[in-house]
């Protein structure tokens, strides 16, 4: 069983709208990650999230993209206006120091 | 900028044969990850490296870490089919967080 719990499974979307992807963890947890892995490539890092606030964040992670906590327990990945390139699987993970992170089992979002 | 690079990028294997991933990264790290990823499915955590010369194994998979050569290798001993899957190594950097670099991963398939 999967420690954070992702929605939806899958998305579909026309292009230039916006999605919010939602990651739930089992437990309380302070330290989130967003990465996304497109079909048949490597994972790649988009975002960390400590206590509210971004802690790291790639290139990918630009203006078309934010992450917030709003409610102090769903974790949300916004995308607006998305691209074609934007499909991909994207996963939510938790952990923190050495420990290995957990991911979830990742949203496929499906740009048209 | 850190890069991970594995190989081979994809390997099919005899049943009862052995054989090594190679996962090599250029900047220094002490934190090297193993996940193993099956089709359509999230990633699962199978080891954590922290020191060099660090060996961990688990059933038939064998992972070590040689920091001085930015290295760490995948062993598997006498594959079984239930082994195939795809194999990330992820390294994070020293004092920079906990954000992953993914290798490429190595899709590996083992046939009866």
């Known amino acids: 069983e999967p420690e954070v719990t992702q929605t939806p499974s899958h998305q579909v979307t026309q292009m230039g709208q916006e999605v919010i992807l939602r990651c739930v963890p089992i437990s309380n947890h302070l330290y989130f990650y967003w990465y996304r892995q497109i079909l048949g490539q490597k994972v790649e890092f988009l975002v960390s999230?400590?206590?509210?606030?971004?802690?790291?964040k790639s290139e990918i992670f630009d203006d078309q993209f934010s992450v917030e906590r709003p409610d102090g327990s769903n974790f949300t990945l916004k995308i607006r206006s998305t691209k074609l390139e934007d499909s991909a699987m994207y996963f939510c993970a938790r952990g923190v120091g050495n420990q290995p992170q957990h991911f979830g089992d990742g949203t496929r979002l499906s740009i048209l | 900028e850190l890069k991970v690079e594995q190989n081979p990028l994809f390997l099919s294997m005899q049943e009862g044969k052995n054989y090594t991933i190679y996962c090599n990264y250029s900047?220094?790290?002490?934190?090297l990850y193993w996940y193993r990823q099956d089709p359509g499915k999230s990633l699962e955590s199978l080891f954590v490296l922290l020191s060099n010369g660090a060996v961990k194994q688990e059933g038939r998979l064998m992972a070590s870490l040689d920091t001085k050569a930015r290295l760490s290798t995948l062993h598997i001993t006498a594959a079984v089919h239930d082994l195939s899957a795809t194999y990330f190594c992820a390294v994070a950097l020293n004092n920079a967080g906990n954000m992953l670099t993914f290798g490429g991963g190595t899709r590996l398939m083992v046939k009866p």
């Open positions: 999230f400590y206590n509210n606030e971004i802690s790291e």
């Open positions: 900047t220094t790290s002490d934190r």
